[in-house]
């Protein structure tokens, strides 16, 4: 890889296999380069031209000899693998032909994996630009790797927490965690773009390409793992449900049965409460004691019919400490 330029944001790589690699910069060090660049075509300078414009992800694919295809567009990707609210989205701008690749604003420490020992003799192994543009791309699929990683730490957690104590809290987690998975699952889309792109382009030749289908095979990787989270999810949110379902018709079986058990009670309480100066036994020494036991027998035998129906099962009993509900 031999580098034309001293300057680390403008660099012109040169490889074996007869192409070059302009790594630019979006600042102004980078605008005598880029200015030369727009000389050498009419879809570079429609290219550069879109790029202020960009805000999420673009890709397009044209033909401008109606033969060799020239692919060119703007991929999102994150290098912090920990998700926030505010959580920074960098965007490597690209435009890729047989032996011309352009990048501009990537981050030095995309730069610096390039410049690996390993990923310096893949790119010196390409063939064409193309191949040299997919092994870029699947080295920034490593970010999404360790976002991934991060991802399961968490979400482990999360079912050791259900599992052991599941608290109204734990919803929060969840949809926290979906919201993670959809904040890399939003920006893993551009890459498929730029594979739909690819063949579009490129047809039958990618078959042959190495550097492609390791790309592909990465992808299936992380695809797979989408797939996989996004069911752990949706698993732990029906449980969630479930549980609080489960919780909620408990609660109210509890509360009806203990307000029928104390029915007896109630109506005693409400009829010995009347204004009224000839009640039974409201007069006389035995009266009290001997309403309460009334009341008592009542409630007693309120609960032994309930029980010998069937109705009260296990929803009186404290649950074991090691119960999952």
Request: hydrophobic share 45%; glycine share 4%.
């Amino acid at each position: 890889m031999n580098n034309a330029s001293n300057a680390v944001q403008h660099r012109l790589l040169n490889f074996a296999g007869g192409w070059r690699w302009y790594d630019l910069a979006s600042g102004d060090s980078s605008a005598n380069a880029l200015r030369k660049l727009r000389l050498e075509s009419d879809v570079i300078d429609e290219w550069l031209r879109v790029i202020p414009e960009v805000s999420e992800n673009y890709i397009s694919v044209r033909f401008p000899d109606g033969v060799n295809a020239v692919i060119f567009g703007t991929l999102p990707y994150s290098v912090n693998s920990e998700v926030t609210s505010v959580s920074p989205v960098d965007r490597l701008h690209f435009f890729v032909q047989e032996k011309m690749l352009v990048t501009i604003n990537m981050d030095p420490n995309t730069r610096e994996m390039m410049e690996a020992k390993e990923r310096s003799a893949m790119l010196q192994q390409c063939q064409t630009a193309v191949d040299g543009m997919f092994v870029l791309a699947r080295t920034l699929l490593h970010y999404f790797h360790q976002g991934l990683d991060r991802f399961e730490v968490n979400l482990r957690s999360i079912e050791r927490a259900m599992e052991l104590d599941n608290q109204r809290h734990l919803m929060d987690k969840i949809l926290n965690s979906r919201f993670e998975l959809l904040f890399w699952s939003n920006l893993f889309t551009p890459f498929d773009e730029f594979i739909a792109a690819a063949r579009e382009g490129y047809l039958e030749r990618l078959e042959k390409s190495r550097q492609f289908l390791r790309l592909i095979h990465r992808m299936e990787r992380m695809t797979r793992a989408f797939r996989h989270y996004e069911d752990e999810i949706d698993t732990l949110i029906s449980i969630d449900e479930a549980v609080s379902a489960f919780r909620g018709n408990e609660i109210m079986k509890t509360l009806t049965i203990v307000t029928s058990i104390f029915t007896p009670a109630t109506v005693v309480g409400a009829i010995w409460g009347m204004n009224f100066d000839n009640l039974p036994a409201i007069k006389t020494p035995w009266g009290f004691i001997s309403v309460m036991f009334a009341t008592f027998l009542f409630t007693l035998g309120m609960y032994w019919w309930m029980h010998r129906k069937g109705w009260t099962g296990d929803l009186l009993r404290v649950k074991g400490r090691k119960s999952k509900i």
